[in-house]
């Protein structure tokens, strides 16, 4: 698949495979194409040759089709506020499910699980507006639970969260792993989270692939230290200063 915006940056002859179940890291330095890989796949770009499947499908321009995709797939924005609209969180959070036309008890009930798995069900009648940025991304994260998705796609869903929020939606994503055999590609600039959570990863540079494979073997890869950095070069400066 290729692409490229009206500027200079491209993305070219890449590739991407996740097993059902599994969970897929992207990571790579600011500006490398993380983000815009996440919207080709679910079909916010298009790719100026070559194609993207999703579940054996290929995307087309089909609106029907599209609609029935994202109804298996759910995007988490990087950004919160380009995800949350509606006038208060409990209805932004039951927005997606109400489309798909569920029960109204059921999306009630579906609501409040997801408001309380992301530790959020006190600010249901609020405005996303009166929300913090990380609360926002929590409410935008449970508007994607309430339905259950089999690929969920992730940018940047632990960045500026708390400890506590980050560990709360690890239980949930792990349970809905499990339950529902859930897929996760997420973004992330932490790496411990690619060691430790992802089974394979994906490293970006300017809109190409510097490395792909076991985190394991990719976390050894001098190419990509020297691309992603550690904290022993952090620390060289740190200590420079006293
Ligand atoms: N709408 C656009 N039009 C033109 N260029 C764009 C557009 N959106 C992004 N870009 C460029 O594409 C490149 C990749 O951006 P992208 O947002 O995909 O990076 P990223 O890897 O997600 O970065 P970050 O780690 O900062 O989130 C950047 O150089 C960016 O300036
Ligand atoms: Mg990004």
Request: hydrophobic letters at 40%.
């Amino acid at each position: 698949m290729n692409f490229k915006y009206n500027s200079n940056f491209s993305i070219d002859n890449l590739s991407l495979k996740a097993k059902e179940n599994s969970i897929y890291a992207l990571t790579g330095n600011n500006g490398s194409g993380k983000t815009t890989l996440l919207r080709l796949l679910v079909g916010l770009l298009k790719p100026k040759s070559g194609s993207i499947k999703i579940f054996n499908e290929t995307l087309t321009r089909d609106k029907n089709q599209l609609w029935k995709l994202r109804q298996k797939i759910g995007f988490l924005f990087q950004n919160p506020d380009d995800q949350l609209f509606a006038p208060t969180i409990e209805e932004d959070v039951g927005f997606g499910a109400r489309n798909l036309g569920l029960e109204e008890n059921e999306v009630i009930k579906r609501v409040d699980w997801a408001l309380k798995a992301v530790d959020l069900i006190e600010y249901k009648k609020y405005s996303p507006y009166d929300l913090s940025w990380g609360q926002k991304k929590r409410a935008a994260l449970a508007g994607l639970l309430v339905l259950k998705p089999k690929l969920l796609i992730l940018d940047e869903p632990f960045a500026n969260l708390d400890f506590n929020s980050i560990y709360n939606h690890l239980i949930i994503l792990e349970t809905l792993r499990k339950e529902e055999n859930m897929t996760i590609l997420f973004t992330t600039h932490n790496l411990f989270f690619v060691e430790n959570w992802a089974d394979k990863m994906m490293v970006l540079k300017n809109g190409s692939v510097l490395f792909e494979g076991k985190p394991s073997i990719g976390l050894e890869d001098p190419s990509v230290l020297d691309l992603l950095g550690s904290y022993e070069e952090l620390l060289k400066v740190i200590k420079k200063k006293k």
